[in-house]
């Protein structure tokens, strides 16, 4: 996913009382103005040397949203336990290309 699309659907619909635990693993690669960022070792916890996001949590970070509510940080873990749709994103600032 890139990380100028600010939320992709998982096609998982929580219903009221339903939870569920996301798990991520892997890194991501983007280019970054700051060294300690750049490069293709970026967790799902994200790069903390940037502070420049939309979500609390490291630049590159996994966040996620329920319908069109405000985003927030999963990162490596992370149990949802409202109703909504799910989307995943990346803690990216909307729009900008590095």
Excluded: H
């Amino acid at each position: 996913m890139a990380a100028s699309t600010p939320f992709v659907g998982t096609a998982l619909t929580l219903a009221p009382g339903e939870s569920v635990l996301i798990t991520a693993t892997g890194a991501i690669s983007y280019g970054s103005q700051n060294p300690a960022c750049a490069g293709s070792q970026i967790t799902p916890n994200g790069c903390r040397a940037e502070a420049i996001c939309p979500v609390g949590g490291g630049r590159g970070a996994l966040v996620g949203r329920l319908g069109d509510g405000t985003p927030f940080f999963v990162g490596k873990s992370r149990i949802i336990g409202k109703p909504g749709a799910l989307s995943l994103g990346i803690n990216d600032p909307k729009g900008r290309v590095w």
